[in-house]
Structure formats: structure tokens, C-alpha cells
């Protein structure tokens, strides 16, 4: 089975996403939609290019019409040198377990067995300690065993 660490930072805001260079990853918009009043995780993508050009003329960016938001996630894997193909799986875990509004298609099919582990930094890559930005509602660690969900938030301890 395939197990991923998803390093996400931000919030980026949509100025501060145009100078962020970095490629290969995923990425959450989160805000609120025309006639939603709470916020939340509208649309989760991935990009092999330049994060800041993908999101420059994003197709569902603009339905995100109140307080959006950018997560950046980096992903690791001790097994072997990431491929489009390992974007592709852990973007579609993220959609199928959340029901990401704005990603009909994904929606509809349960992705292969695969854990993923996520951890969250603030934009200057220091570890969020607190779960504090609706990006966070993911769980920490999301194991899909093919039938049935394992889910789970992990607690931080400094090391002192």
C-alpha cells in the first residue's frame, strides 16, 4: 500500500501566491461560494509547473468568491521518486474522502488503497501547532483500505 506525507503551507492569500515558485504538488482553494455562509475546501488540484502560473488563470478559481484562500502541499515519499501518477492519487483520495465541491468528476470514484499523512505549516514553513484555518479540516492521517475509512489527528510534542 501507498503511504504519502503531504506537507501543506499557507494560507497564501491570492497576491501572495503569485510569488510562489515552487512546482510539482497539490493545492486547496478554500472560501465560500456564491450562496455558502460558512467556508470551506472548494476545489483541491495538482500541478507539475509553476504553482503561482497554474492558479494565475485557474478555471474554478473565480467561483471561490469570498474569502479564498490557497493551501500548498508538497508531498513525500520514502519508496521511490514521485510521479504525475502519485499527484494524481493522493489528489483523488483528498477529493473522494472530503467530496471537494468543485471537483464533480473526482467525486464519484474511490481512488486505490493509499494513506496519506498530513502536516500543516504556516507560510514561513514553521509547524502550525494549533488547527486553527478551514484548509485544516482535513484529518492528519487518511488510510482508505479500499471499503472502509481509518482516520486520525496527531497530537505535536516539542522536543525539549
Keep these: 500500500m501507498k503511504t504519502y506525507v503531504v506537507n501543506w503551507h499557507g494560507p497564501f492569500t491570492d497576491e501572495e501566491v503569485e510569488n ?8 486547496l482553494i478554500t472560501g465560500k461560494l456564491k450562496s455558502q455562509k460558512i467556508g470551506d475546501i472548494q476545489y483541491c488540484g495538482i500541478t507539475e ?4 502560473d497554474r492558479l494565475k ?8 468568491s469570498r ?5 500548498l502541499g508538497q508531498i513525500e515519499s520514502s519508496s521511490r521518486r514521485l510521479q504525475r501518477k502519485d499527484l494524481e492519487l493522493v489528489e ?3 477529493i473522494y474522502f472530503w467530496q471537494v465541491e468543485l471537483n464533480e468528476r473526482k467525486r464519484k470514484r474511490a481512488p486505490e488503497r493509499v494513506v496519506i499523512v498530513n502536516r500543516w505549516f504556516n507560510k514561513d514553513g514553521i509547524l502550525r501547532m494549533r488547527k486553527t484555518h478551514i484548509g485544516q479540516h ?3 492521517v487518511i488510510f482508505w483500505d479500499g471499503e472502509e475509512w481509518h482516520l486520525g489527528n496527531l497530537k505535536i ?3 525539549s
Design 57 to 64: 488563470c485557474h478555471h474554478k478559481k473565480s467561483l471561490v
Design 157 to 159: 510534542y516539542q522536543n
Design 138 to 140: 482535513l484529518n492528519d
Design 20 to 27: 510562489f515558485n515552487d512546482a510539482f504538488g497539490l493545492y
Design 92 to 94: 483523488s483520495l483528498v
Design 49 to 52: 509547473r509553476n504553482l503561482c
Design 67 to 71: 474569502d479564498r484562500q490557497y493551501w
